[in-house]
């Protein structure tokens, strides 16, 4: 059995997903996530006009060497883009053996570890009550971990709050330019430690309960938000400061001992070492389709559980099913696994990629079928083509550029 077709398909049911199809001289098919938000058209081009006519006729059960050939045999290694694309290829092959061995991919990884992935969704509001009611919403549906964002007086807009009911809140607006807004960091560590006061008020200390800072503070300003917000008794705190200079973390860590979690922008094992081998967070965040794919994210996870440090797999809405599906079967398989994001795709997208995997009582699980068990309908794809999108950009007051 030979690789014979590799197809990139780029849709927009309600937001963009970049999307590798391969096909097998067995007539077997394989399905990957390139997504890279707001940059979606430079992994299809890496995919299309690079990577694919290098997969033709190649053995899609040497997994393991096909991600090597394409990492290493490049030179340029690392970076988004890249990993982006590795990971397509690495999860439509995961795809394909499952398939031939008719087992789920999680069955191929080990076996299950556990009954199902505990997963944690979003609630939002721009002040209080609706952040409250925001969380009771996401209570009725299920949930038994809920990360909270709240406006922050004096602000217009802030990082994490929906325009809706519905659960995305980004990209903020389709078109050439992307959307922007003021950030005051002040204002902020001002006002969130009395936001889980209230939380804690209103839903006593048994709710797992997280918040995301978004790269937006320095290590100093990290240390004390995770200092008072200690007495809250948060799941995690997430991406404190940016993630480029993870010594950065020995700081907070003295300060503070909420646990940390880091590394939805990670792209491989060397962003997250120093982080794991010191023991600077608790959990590893990175996605596995930007991260070089089931393949090189199970390195990782490994690693991680040599420290105690648990996996919280990035899960947004931008990560097509097929993404969240090859997380959930990593997820069941993993010894560290610690919880799943989960953000809600619209209907429109459960409809272009049907999926096995499932939601019940707080937690998911992957399925049985065969592979990721994701099919694609193409023909329903092609009818909602690319729409330009970009993620926000962030100012201070002053008009300088911040990080978002």
């Known amino acids: 059995m030979k690789i014979e077709d590799v197809q990139v398909i780029v849709s927009s049911p309600t937001r963009n997903f970049v999307t590798l199809k391969i096909r097998t001289s067995d007539g077997v098919i394989g399905l990957g996530d390139a997504t890279l938000n707001g940059r979606e058209l430079a992994v299809a081009s890496y995919l299309r006009d690079h990577i694919g006519p290098l997969l033709i006729a190649r053995d899609p059960s040497q997994i393991e060497d096909t991600w090597n050939y394409l990492y290493k045999?490049?030179?340029?290694?690392?970076?988004?883009?890249?990993?982006?694309?590795?990971?397509?290829?690495?999860?439509?092959?995961?795809?394909?053996?499952?398939?031939?061995?008719?087992?789920?991919v999680y069955q191929l990884l080990g076996g299950a570890s556990r009954e199902g992935c505990l997963a944690y969704t979003h609630a939002t509001g721009a002040d209080m009550p609706e952040l409250i009611d925001s969380v009771h919403r996401q209570l009725e549906l299920g949930y038994r971990a809920i990360r909270a964002q709240s406006g922050v007086p004096g602000l217009d807009g802030v990082y994490g709050i929906g325009r809706s009911d519905d659960v995305d809140y980004e990209p903020a607006g389709r078109g050439a330019r992307p959307s922007e807004e003021t950030w005051d960091t002040s204002a902020y560590l001002r006002h969130i430690p009395s936001v889980f006061e209230q939380l804690r008020n209103q839903f006593g200390h048994e709710l797992p309960l997280l918040h995301d800072a978004h790269h937006r503070l320095t290590p100093q300003q990290a240390a004390r938000l995770g200092k008072d917000l200690e007495p809250y008794d948060l799941f995690w705190l997430e991406?404190?400061?940016?993630?480029?200079?993870?010594?950065?973390?020995?700081?907070?860590?003295?300060?503070?001992?909420?646990?940390?979690?880091?590394?939805?922008?990670?792209?491989?094992?060397?962003?997250?070492?120093?982080?794991?081998?010191?023991?600077?967070?608790?959990?590893?965040?990175?996605?596995?389709?930007?991260?070089?794919?089931?393949?090189?994210?199970?390195?990782?996870?490994?690693?991680?559980?040599?420290?105690?440090?648990?996996?919280?797999?990035h899960g947004p809405s931008d990560v097509s099913p097929i993404g969240l599906a090859a997380a959930l079967h990593m997820g069941l398989s993993a010894p560290n696994f610690g919880i799943q994001e989960h953000m809600r795709h619209q209907p429109l997208v459960d409809e272009v990629f049907r999926h096995a995997y499932r939601f019940d009582d707080g937690y998911l699980h992957p399925g049985d079928e065969p592979g990721l068990g994701i099919s694609l309908d193409e023909e329903l794809a092609t009818r909602y083509p690319y729409e330009c999108a970009y993620l926000p950009v962030a100012h201070l007051p002053d008009g300088t550029v911040h990080d978002w």
């Open 73 to 104: 045999g490049a030179y340029w290694r690392r970076g988004p883009v890249t990993m982006a694309a590795i990971a397509a290829v690495d999860m439509a092959l995961w795809d394909i053996k499952g398939k031939v061995a008719g087992l789920p």
């Open 239 to 313: 991406d404190v400061t940016p993630a480029e200079n993870p010594s950065a973390l020995r700081l907070v860590r003295q300060h503070t001992t909420i646990p940390l979690a880091i590394g939805e922008v990670f792209n491989s094992i060397w962003d997250a070492e120093l982080l794991l081998r010191e023991q600077l967070i608790d959990f590893i965040r990175c996605a596995i389709v930007h991260a070089g794919g089931i393949t090189h994210v199970r390195k990782i996870w490994s690693m991680a559980e040599l420290y105690q440090v648990r996996t919280g797999s």
